[in-house]
């Protein structure tokens, strides 16, 4: 009966333990997604186009595209909400 009772609260402390995890990770990434939508925000300008031909300079690329130009901003805002995340937590 002991045993049985062992194993049940091992059961029940992993069980927690993982919820625990996963509220914890939920709160980070929904952190990251709130801060890295902020600063895409900063981007909503008609000033991108200097950006975009920088980029098109630096990457020695004529290909450069609306779409990759947001995705490449949209991959900086989230390195940057992460980094944020983890130097704030």
Do not use: G, P
Not at 24 to 37: F, G, L, V, Y
Not at 63 to 82: K, R, V
Request: proline share 0%; with cysteine; hydrophobic share 35%.
């Amino acid at each position: 009966m002991q045993l049985h009772r062992s194993v049940e609260n091992a059961y029940e402390n992993a069980y927690c333990k993982m919820m625990n995890n996963t509220e914890m990770q939920d709160a980070k990434d929904e952190w990251i997604e709130t801060r890295a939508e902020e600063l895409i925000k900063n981007f909503d300008n008609d000033n991108d186009w200097q950006i975009i031909e920088l980029l098109k300079i630096k990457l020695e690329s004529k290909s450069i595209d609306a779409d990759l130009y947001n995705q490449f901003i949209t991959d900086i805002c989230y390195s940057q909400a992460t980094l944020e995340y983890n130097q704030t937590f």
